[in-house]
């Protein structure tokens, strides 16, 4: 629908397993917004994240360990994020693009796909809150 507004409600999974409902948007309501970059970049909440780059990245355990402990240091000069030893920290990596295009062929979904993820009605499995706003297939699988 050129210009005008469509969309379709799913909910994916259903079952056992809990689920968000996809609402997949089209025309107008379709417009991409980068979930990170639209946020306000406060770093207050998993809604606002603070887009940083990793500075130093450095396994703490030898070789022989058959443990991980990985040393993180996040470039936050700039911002308005202040952190101090023992706050939690979230991160969002990056899938490589191959692994996103496969996931979008195996889904038999276009990349291009513009959707918001909502919680169910009544929220029954306490599901965390998704990130707000419009999501591609894409940006979705590169997270």
Known sequence: MQG???????????GSIPAY??????????????????SNDSGSSASNPYNARIGVLRELHTKKSDRSCIHVELDIRGS????????????FC??????????????GMSLDTVFNLQLPDGNPDELASPFPGKHSA??????
């Open 4 to 14: 005008g507004t469509s969309s379709t409600t799913a909910v994916i999974a259903e």
């Open 21 to 38: 409902t996809v609402q997949v948007l089209s025309g107008s309501q379709a417009q991409q917004v980068d979930p990170l970059t639209a």
């Open 80 to 91: 308005e994020v202040s952190y101090e030893a023992g706050d939690h920290v979230g991160l």
């Open 94 to 107: 990056e899938n490589a693009p191959g692994i996103v295009e496969e996931a979008g062929r195996i889904l």
């Open 138 to 143: 894409e940006q979705a699988g590169s997270l």
